[in-house]
């Protein structure tokens, strides 16, 4: 996992965590606050990411675990970026490897372009994987990655337990609310 990957995901969860107690309690800080002026008009957007191919797709023998049995979409703001996004999570009964072998040819398929990283690491079977598509003002980043323990805490997510039979992993999608190119950080 590479630092961005890793911290970036705590990031995620730690914002969405804030703005959700922030929402059940009344209280909101500005930096986790959702912005209906940032997402407001993006249905359309986030509508398109949904609709990518390769969010259903998945290697034979895939499950939904229970708790991620439907595809989580939306959009969400931090530090002042609005980011769309869709996602799912799965839990798979082999290795990783067959998981990230499954997913590279699935994304070039779709027309995914690999990042620098993914495309170096091809031949020691990275396990975790990023690609881009589009230009600016259509551009959207596919992130395929492990969960780990300390992701579903910091998400506040139970783990079911069909991920004690294998290894759980996330595909996810996302944009710029407000068009601007999105890239992976290599």
């Not at 492990?146 to 996330?170: M, N, Q």
Request: aromatic fraction near 8%.
């Amino acid at each position: 996992m590479t630092p961005r990957e890793g911290a970036g995901r705590h990031v995620v969860a730690l914002v969405l965590t804030v703005w959700a107690t922030g929402a059940l309690t009344g209280c909101q800080t500005s930096a986790g606050a959702i912005s209906a002026s940032e997402c407001e008009g993006t249905e359309s957007r986030v509508d398109k990411l949904k609709s990518y191919a390769v969010l259903d797709s998945r290697p034979e023998g895939t499950v939904e675990p229970q708790g991620f049995e439907s595809l989580d979409a939306g959009c969400w703001e931090d530090s002042g970026d609005a980011q769309l996004y869709a996602e799912r999570t799965y839990v798979f009964p082999g290795a990783e490897a067959d998981v990230t072998r499954h997913y590279r040819a699935a994304a070039e398929q779709g027309g995914w372009t690999p990042s620098p990283a993914t495309r170096r690491s091809l031949e020691k079977q990275a396990t975790n994987l990023c690609f881009t598509r589009g230009e600016t003002g259509n551009a959207a980043m596919l992130d395929v990655y492990f969960l780990t323990k300390e992701i579903l805490d910091a998400e506040e997510s139970k783990a079911g337990p069909e991920f004690s039979t294998g290894v759980g992993y996330r595909v996810s999608i996302t944009s710029s609310a407000d068009g601007s190119a999105i890239s992976c950080q290599d």
